[in-house]
């Protein structure tokens, strides 16, 4: 298996997957991406990685490079794959992978790199 594509059984379950108007916004540190509750992507990432798969990884971080209006092409297959098997998944809303939530993830990063300063001097802080 390909770690940047969806096994089947993964895209089945995102194919399921429905907009939400009230779904809550999340970000996730490792890939640096926001998510959405109503788009299965912990779900679907547990599936993925019962064949190796860190595709939704590369989903979130490709959306990251959509909003930072720099796409990062290596990773578009796994991006238009998933497009081509769900088109309707919530994740492709304009307002979720568009330029104008720029602002907004970049307080997201500001609001992590804080809170490892933080977590950083409470350490120290503690080892002395």
Not at 26 to 53: I, K, P
Request: charged share 25%.
């Amino acid at each position: 298996m390909d770690e940047v594509l969806y096994p089947e059984e993964a895209l089945a379950f995102l194919h399921q997957m429905r907009h939400a108007p009230d779904a809550h916004r999340g970000f996730e540190c490792l890939s640096t991406s926001f998510h959405w509750s109503d788009e299965g992507l912990q779900r679907a990432m547990r599936l993925c990685m019962n064949y190796g798969s860190r595709a939704t990884f590369y989903t979130m971080v490709f959306r990251t490079s959509l909003i930072k209006g720099e796409p990062v092409e290596v990773y578009r297959r796994n991006w238009d794959q998933l497009r081509a098997a769900c088109p309707d998944w919530p994740g492709f809303r304009p307002e979720r992978c568009g330029t104008e939530l720029l602002p907004a993830w970049q307080r997201a990063i500001k609001r992590m790199c804080i809170g490892f300063e933080r977590e950083m001097r409470s350490s120290k802080q503690a080892e002395a």
